[in-house]
């Protein structure tokens, strides 16, 4: 997305309100208690790793893989939470297993369809084709035959268990904006280190969201308000996507004092505390050192 701060500044204030609405419905979604959704429970490391390594193989860009890990989250909460309510008349261990069982048989069918869903967004790359998916799917998964009917079956469930809807932002989209409008998006090599930051966040999520929930409560989650306290700020983009370009500062060696207006004017966008930014990017910045 090749961004102009002469032509992005008037839209600037709908596109942000706009992004404050969803993100709300998101955090109501987190909160209440008659649906199941938990963020992020379904894109642990292993299957992160995954989307990255097929994106790269097959030379699909970065927006691809967001779009492809906010569907796959997003589709297996959703199909987790049609299972469970078929199987709510047997709480047993067996059934539990049974669930779990039916999730994990055709996840890499399922990831697969997200990527394939996700490249046809993608404007920078080209759509994934049935016969790539085939490929892949011989390569990743050699104990279970597919045949272009199962692809093209698959991809429609998909597409039905998100209510087809495609994400209306991702990360990356929030990372690039904020970029432009402090400035930042001609900074020689700017763009690319926060894309690469982007990603290392989402290899080490869980590891950055509890530490800043031990800075910012002085211990880990515990009870289920604390835990779904964490599950409000994992689901703000926006509140990520300042981090990271934050984070990007430090590591083009910015003077202080220009990385604190920038800080300022990013709390400023988005409404969230200043501290609560500087302290994000700096958990990401140690993060990103040890790595």
Request: hydrophobic letters at 45%; charged letters at 20%; a negative charge.
């Amino acid at each position: 997305m090749d961004l102009d701060t002469a032509y992005i500044e008037p839209l600037l204030e709908d596109w942000l309100e706009g992004l404050q609405t969803t993100i709300k419905e998101q955090e109501n979604l987190v909160e209440t208690n008659d649906e199941f959704y938990m963020p992020f429970l379904a894109i642990p490391i292993p299957v992160v790793n995954a989307i990255f390594k097929i994106t790269k193989h097959l030379d699909l860009g970065p927006e691809t893989r967001y779009i492809a890990i906010h569907l796959y989250d997003k589709f297996m909460c959703n199909y987790f939470w049609k299972v469970y309510k078929a199987e709510a008349g047997e709480q047993t261990e067996k059934s539990w297993s049974k669930i779990c069982k039916k999730l994990s048989s055709r996840s890499k069918l399922y990831l697969m369809s997200c990527l394939q869903l996700a490249s046809k967004m993608d404007s920078h790359s080209k759509s994934l084709g049935i016969s790539q998916v085939l490929n892949i799917l011989q390569w990743i998964d050699k104990n279970s035959e597919y045949t272009k009917n199962i692809i093209l079956a698959s991809e429609f469930k998909v597409f039905k268990m998100v209510g087809f809807r495609m994400p209306f932002y991702t990360p990356l989209n929030c990372v690039e904006v904020l970029l432009a409008v402090t400035g930042l998006i001609n900074t020689p090599n700017m763009k690319g280190l926060t894309i690469t930051l982007l990603d290392l966040v989402y290899l080490q999520w869980e590891k950055l969201y509890s530490h800043l929930q031990c800075l910012i409560q002085g211990h880990i989650a515990k009870t289920d308000e604390e835990k779904r306290n964490l599950m409000t700020l994992e689901t703000n983009v926006l509140f990520l996507g300042a981090s990271v370009v934050l984070c990007g500062t430090f590591f083009l060696c910015i003077d202080g004092e220009t990385a604190k207006i920038i800080a300022l004017k990013l709390s400023e966008l988005i409404d969230i505390k200043k501290d609560d930014i500087w302290n994000m990017a700096n958990i990401l910045l140690v993060i990103a050192l040890q790595e």
